[in-house]
């Protein structure tokens, strides 16, 4: 169940993402993420917990997502367009196929969607279900790319390196719980109406 509407601001929301961000970048810094498997796993596990906790139990957290128009909370999802940056790592030799190819044309379908979704005027009868649809799509693909990138660390633990060190250590540790999160907020307040 979503809270209740009421007035809310953005600076709780800002400062505890800004915390968390100086955190990930000082833990990677100073060699924090360097752990094989399970270290990677454990700390995106971690990671997506807090973000999930704060997103339902911290008020300066929890009141924008919840209350927000809910085309900001899809709009993050456009930060998925970083998966033609996985292409690009692909080409020279530093992400392996499975991960960089599938998972990068997979992020660049669900952010293409989610500016297709953005468009759609409100009040047009298809519209919460264009959400709920886009939104399934998007967590599959990020559950899909989590997934891979266990088996691939399982097998090979240095097959994934490139994801230790900034700025790309950004996605275990900040971008994936985000996208995990919000996507559950947003199914949450779709099946809630709350469009």
Request: glycine letters at 8%; one cysteine or more; a positive charge.
């Amino acid at each position: 169940m979503s809270p209740q509407a009421h007035p809310y601001t953005w600076s709780g929301l800002r400062t505890f993402l800004l915390a968390w961000l100086f955190l990930v970048v000082a833990a990677s810094r100073f060699g924090f993420l360097s752990g094989t498997f399970p270290t990677a796993q454990a700390i995106l596990v971690a990671m997506t917990a807090i973000f999930g906790l704060a997103a339902f139990k911290m008020p300066m957290v929890r009141d924008p997502l919840w209350n927000c128009d809910i085309r900001l909370l899809i709009g993050f999802h456009v930060t998925r367009f970083v998966g033609l940056y996985f292409l690009e790592l692909y080409n020279e030799g530093r992400l392996p196929y499975d991960f960089a190819v599938k998972g990068g044309i997979g992020d660049i379908v669900v952010a293409t969607l989610a500016l297709m979704v953005l468009i759609i005027p409100r009040g047009v009868g298809f519209r919460p279900v264009a959400i709920q649809i886009w939104n399934l799509i998007g967590l599959a693909d990020i559950l899909f790319v989590v997934a891979t990138a266990i088996r691939l660390n399982v097998n090979n633990p240095h097959s994934l390196d490139e994801l230790r060190h900034m700025p790309m250590s950004l996605l275990p540790t900040f971008l994936v719980p985000m996208i995990i999160v919000t996507h559950i907020v947003i199914g949450l307040r779709a099946r809630g109406r709350q469009l």
